[in-house]
């Protein structure tokens, strides 16, 4: 997991700090988490590979989180971007852009999907075999929605040296490194944290902009491996 802070200065860019941008890299995945104005050249800036942002999630409509989205979605038009891009926001930010591209007669050569939230409820946007990403209701003067993303557990790493005291064959290694149970000749059950190390691989982060003081999510990020918030 790789966070990068592109811009984290509310309301106005100044000389050395931008609105809010951010880019996760989270099991191959590289996510645009707000796109403050600015948040281009920050990536220019970060040598951030624009065709790797397949998924954007705008935490709400305030400009200081979403003023850069419609520049980095007509520059995607002009690189000829051909890979599906799909933003994930409040209720409304489909029709923000896509009246400043219908008026600019600007056609995307892309699809470009959007999934609006509407109920401030933690919702699944995104699930793979490696990872999801789920909604953090906020409360700010708009809806405003947080974002949690979190790895999924891969196999376990095997305890060989547990492995080889039960005289367990190779054979079922796989299966342990699932998750199962080993049973003995005598049928006695070795559970499945005898035989494996658990490293704590699985990562999270939680990413929670502007909001008032809001103690019922705390549930949902209770240790997480690293938590964004706003300050202000
Ligand atoms: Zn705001």
Same mark, same amino acid.
């Given at each position: 997991m790789k966070l990068t802070i592109l811009g984290c200065h509310s309301a106005t860019p100044r000389d050395n700090a931008r609105p809010t941008a951010q880019v996760l890299e989270m099991k191959g995945h590289l996510f645009l988490i707000d796109c403050g104005e600015g948040t281009q050249m920050a990536l220019r800036k970060n040598s951030i %590979?624009?065709?790797?942002? %397949?998924h954007i999630f705008i935490s709400h409509l305030h400009g200081d989180h979403v003023y850069g989205l419609i520049g980095l979605i007509s520059t995607f038009c002009l690189l000829s971007r051909e890979s599906e891009l799909t933003i994930y926001g409040p209720k409304g930010i489909k029709e923000l852009i896509l009246l400043q591209l219908k008026l600019a007669k600007v056609y995307t050569s892309y699809d470009l999907r959007f999934r609006e939230s509407v109920e401030n409820i933690p919702q699944v946007l995104l699930e793979d075999d490696s990872l999801t990403v789920t909604t953090i209701p906020l409360e700010h003067r708009v809806f405003t929605q947080g974002f949690l993303f979190q790895e999924k557990p891969g196999d376990k790493r095997l305890d060989i040296v547990a492995c080889e005291e039960y005289g367990? =064959?190779?054979? $079922?290694y796989r299966k342990i490194k699932q998750g199962h149970d080993f049973t003995l000749d005598n049928g006695e059950v070795i559970s499945n944290e005898e035989l494996t190390?658990? =490293?704590?691989?699985?990562k999270s982060y939680a990413f929670c902009s502007d909001?008032? $003081? %809001?103690? =019922?999510?705390v549930p949902q990020i209770t240790r997480v491996t690293a938590l964004y918030h706003e300050s202000t």
């Open positions: %590979k624009f065709s790797r942002i %397949k367990i =064959d190779h054979a $079922y190390i658990n =490293d704590g691989t699985s909001t008032v $003081y %809001k103690e =019922d999510m």
